[in-house]
């Protein structure tokens, strides 16, 4: 099933322990439907400038990517300078030019309208409902934010929560969004807000999946953890969650039916496109991935975490 | 086949946010010893002074550890003063009085000079080396260390880690003692100091089992993760780590073999002792724990990882 994903499409300066890429293409969106691409049909929604070329567009007709709902738009597009100079696991950010983000008006093409997956990535929450309530008909809704939002934008973010069946965000995430430390406690009032399903991401640690508590207590759901690959060196980190994103909602948008074993093998995905995305600069892994390295990836990830 | 070990038996006094426990039963072979009593023999080389008395006796006699190489000094008990109202993560030491332990001279009873396996807890490496000089017959050694050996008594240290099969410690550490902060580098260098198996330790996040790669292609020894299980709530951090490696090395020691399934295993058992530990103050969760609820919470853990 097609999922249509909105979110930015951008271009980031980084500079890692590993070197410097000046423009490359970066973004939630980018990311997210790179990594999905994989698994499942994907549409984007996401506004450009005039800098978005031929060769950026490439890479997304190069996996099939659907990009009718990229509008282009006078001026420049989405920018973000950062390093990780000191901590591979948080990004310090130099710079962020919304260009033509700043006045974005998502509109959803009429072809985009029959998708049953869709993915709000880190946007505006305003945005985000937006979009969300343009679509009624989407079977499966998960979602990200980040600290800005959670802090400043409160209100406007509860209210995407409430339309939300999966949202995914980090450690620090949970623990502000629900003013909670302990984890445990955090999924729960978490999901109070409206997620049936929660997914924290540790960083190099992997991630956890939490399910609200099922009616009934033969419920199969359960809490499930899946790891990070141990890597030999992380070249860029940029992108690693929004891949996760893409690998978990794009499998779990390829199975004939959204199962808890569904959710567990998508957890494992999206650490496998998480794992790639930070092996090179920018999108460069994603872009010459093959599904073969996915599914050797998995196997490893397997043999990492199973006692047989 | 049973265990030696040898480490502190010592009073603890401990904060935590869920409140405050006064001079309890502590120390890193006590916490050991009771994880794991639960799967095979345990014998103890420690010092205590003469505020040690039946009520502690007690706690060793109950699990069936054999103390006869507990030593009574004349004076008090090594005696440990910390909190964790910050960070559940890392215990802020607010007091280290060694006393009887100043002195303490390692002997070893007859009696334990058939035990097959030997386990190091973190005291004094000059202590750890000569202790695993006069056992020089055990078939398998594992150890642990902290931030203070790795930094002020290095020589001595790396001494230890020539005669070490195993070696347990926490991300920090590791990163410390190798001087690098990729902990997949940081494995292989550490391991290159002498151990063939390297644990570190992630707190709420697991823990990972590094071996040196094996001798041909066909080995089976693998890089494995276990995780920790989410906790609706730790009440006391203290000696989590020596009930993982008690659980871990424990199991180890009880099973016919040592195999690659063996070590597995022992990570998932460690991780079950490690998150019993912290359920309750200092070493009473420890102490009416069963076994049938070891293997039960051993369950939730392949639940919390496998797929199927």
């Known amino acids: 099933m097609a999922i249509t994903v909105v979110g930015s499409v951008a271009y980031d300066s980084i500079e890692t322990p590993a070197g410097r890429r000046d423009r490359c293409l970066g973004g939630a969106a980018t990311y997210f439907s790179l990594a999905a691409s994989f698994f499942t049909d994907v549409r984007v929604i996401a506004v450009v400038g005039e800098d978005f070329g031929p060769r950026q567009q490439s890479v997304f007709d190069k996996r099939k990517i659907d990009t009718r709902g990229i509008e282009r738009a006078a001026g420049k597009s989405f920018f973000w300078e950062g390093s990780y100079l000191e901590n591979l696991n948080e990004a310090k950010t130099h710079k962020t030019d919304l260009n033509v983000f700043a006045s974005f008006e998502p509109k959803i093409p009429d072809a985009y ?49 409430k339309g939300l069946d999966i949202l995914l965000i980090n450690d620090t995430e949970a623990r502000m969004l629900a003013a909670n430390n302990n984890l445990v406690q955090a999924a729960r009032a978490v999901m109070a807000m409206g997620p049936s399903s929660l997914i924290v991401k540790h960083g190099e640690y992997g991630a956890t999946l939490f399910h609200k508590a099922p009616a009934n207590a033969e419920g199969t759901e359960r809490t499930f953890r899946a790891p990070a690959l141990p890597l030999e060196e992380v070249v860029d980190p940029t992108g690693a969650g929004d891949s996760f994103a893409g690998g978990f909602f794009g499998y779990l948008a390829s199975q004939p039916e959204v199962t808890p074993a569904a959710y567990r093998n998508a957890m494992f995905y999206g650490s496998v496109m998480g794992s790639f995305a930070v092996e090179r600069f920018g999108t460069e892994r994603l872009q010459m991935l093959s599904r073969d390295e996915i599914d050797a990836r998995f196997g490893a990830f397997r043999e990492l975490t199973h006692l047989d």
Do not use: C
């Not at 343009?134 to 406007?156: C, E, S």
């Open 113 to 161: 309208r029959d998708s049953e997956f869709l993915f709000l990535a880190n946007i505006d929450p305003v945005l985000q409902r937006r979009v969300r309530e343009a679509m009624p008909g989407v079977k499966l809704v998960a979602g990200d934010t980040m600290n800005y939002w959670i802090k400043d934008h409160r209100p406007a973010l509860l209210e995407v929560l």
